[in-house]
C-alpha cells in the first residue's frame, strides 16, 4: 500500500498526559499537511509543512502543538498536556510538488487518521 | 467565521437521479475548489477540482460547476448510485497547495 499512513489509528489517554502521533505520506510527495476534524465539521487546517520546513501554522495550534518534519519525509505530531478539548480526529495529508500532479489540481492525499481520545 | 458553507447536512436521492451538492465561499481571494468524498474511518478522498479561471470541470460521473459572481459551487453526480452514499466536504485554498478551508460537509444517501 502506497498510500499515506497514521499511526496510531486511535489513542485514549487521560486528560493532562502527552500524545504523539506520526504520518508517514507518500513518499514522493513533498507538501505534506496536518488537519483536525470533530464531529460535524470538516477538517480544520493545523499546519504544513514543504519539505522539512514548517511553512504555515493555524492559530489553532496552541503552544501545547508541536509538528515536525526532521527529514522532510514522516511527521510527528506532539500535543503535550492533553484536554478534553483536544479529543477529535487529526489528520494527516500529502501532496506531491507542482508539475507531478493534474493541471489545476492541487489535491491531497489523505490518511486514515488517528482518533484522539482525552478523558 | 465559516468561509466556506455546505448548507445542506443531508440530502437523500435515488438511484440512477442527480445528486446536486452545493457549497458557498465567502473568500473572493479562494481561487481553487475542491470536492472531497469521506467513508466512515477513513480519510477524505480528492474527487474532483476547479480552477477560479474555469466555470465548469468535468469527470466522467461528476461535473463541477462554479459561479465565481455568486460565491457558489456546485457538484453534480449524474447518475448517482448507492456507492455514491458518503460525506461530501467542499474545499477551497487561496494560496496554491498551502491553506485549504474546508465546508461541514454534507451527508449523500443513494437509495436502490
Known amino acids: 500500500d502506497t498510500g499515506v499512513s497514521q499511526d496510531p489509528r486511535h489513542k485514549i489517554t487521560k486528560r493532562g498526559q502527552n500524545v504523539t502521533f506520526r504520518c508517514d505520506p507518500i513518499s514522493e510527495h513533498n507538501r505534506l499537511y496536518w488537519y483536525r476534524q470533530t464531529l460535524g465539521q470538516g477538517p480544520e487546517f493545523l499546519t504544513y509543512?514543504?519539505?522539512?520546513?514548517?511553512?504555515?501554522k493555524s492559530r489553532l495550534l496552541s503552544d501545547r502543538f508541536s509538528a515536525e518534519r526532521p527529514k522532510g519525509s514522516f511527521s510527528t505530531l506532539e500535543i503535550q498536556r492533553t484536554e478534553q478539548g483536544d479529543s477529535a480526529m487529526y489528520l494527516c495529508a500529502s501532496s506531491p510538488p507542482p508539475g507531478r500532479k493534474r493541471a489545476g489540481a492541487p489535491e491531497q492525499y489523505f490518511g486514515p487518521g488517528t482518533r484522539l481520545t482525552v478523558t | 467565521d465559516q468561509q466556506v458553507k455546505q448548507n445542506s447536512p443531508s440530502l437523500s436521492v435515488q438511484e440512477g437521479r442527480i445528486s446536486i451538492l452545493n457549497c458557498d465561499y465567502t473568500n473572493s481571494m479562494f481561487d481553487y475548489f475542491l470536492w472531497y468524498k469521506k467513508y466512515p474511518a477513513e480519510g477524505p478522498t480528492f474527487l474532483i477540482s476547479i480552477s477560479s479561471i474555469k466555470d465548469k470541470n468535468e469527470d466522467g460521473r461528476f461535473t463541477v460547476f462554479l459561479n465565481k459572481s455568486a460565491k457558489h459551487l456546485s457538484l453534480h453526480i449524474v447518475p448517482s448510485q448507492p456507492g455514491d452514499s458518503a460525506v461530501y466536504f467542499c474545499?477551497?485554498?487561496?494560496?496554491?497547495?498551502?491553506?485549504?478551508?474546508f465546508g461541514p460537509g454534507t451527508r449523500l444517501s443513494v437509495l436502490p
Open positions: 509543512f514543504q519539505n522539512e520546513a514548517q511553512l504555515e
Open positions: 474545499a477551497a485554498t487561496a494560496r496554491y497547495g498551502q491553506n485549504f478551508v
